[in-house]
């Protein structure tokens, strides 16, 4: 860089390959069951698929845009120490997995209310729903259930079909 000046980039937490991909209002990304994923039947152990879950949680909340290294800087001075945490989850186990299946976890909002966002997900094989789970992440700040900041509910609630 010219002028002395020093340049920051920000880091590059996306891949495409990785992290899925947003389409038509829902998150999609693909993951292989590996042996360390069963049980001793052969099939994915239950608690697996949390594991799966949350990965798509993850992905799509990094993919919802450009600007949310900005709209989390912002939320931290609104309310510091701000985490999002899983207040609640149905989960309905419909169809085994088993080892080196190709699975896509699919991530679609629901709702964005006062201090959560509900989440509905299904672990799909081909055409087939696998798990089918709703989830309620709740915001936190310092121990307590606090408001969405402003910066981030518009961006959750631009995601909300």
Do not use: C
Not at 38 to 53: C, E, I, K, P, Q
Not at 94 to 101: E, T, V
């Amino acid at each position: 860089m010219s002028g002395g000046g020093v340049s920051i980039e920000k880091p590059n937490v996306t891949k495409p390959n990785l992290d899925g991909e947003i389409r038509a209002g829902s998150h999609r990304m693909e993951v292989r069951v590996y042996y360390e994923d069963t049980d001793f039947s052969g099939v994915t152990y239950h608690a697996n698929y949390l594991r799966f879950m949350e990965r798509g949680r993850t992905n799509h909340l990094r993919l919802m845009g450009a600007e949310q290294h900005a709209l989390f800087a912002e939320a931290q001075v609104e309310t510091p120490g701000f985490a999002f945490v899983v207040r609640s989850m149905q989960l309905d186990f419909l169809k085994p997995a088993r080892m080196d299946d190709v699975l896509e976890v699919v991530t679609w909002p629901v709702a964005v209310k006062g201090a959560s966002i509900v989440l509905a997900q299904e672990v799909r094989r081909g055409e087939d729903v696998l798990v089918r789970a709703q989830v309620r992440v709740a915001f936190i700040s310092e121990g307590r259930a606090q408001p969405i900041p402003r910066a981030l509910r518009t961006l959750l609630k631009a995601d909300v079909i």
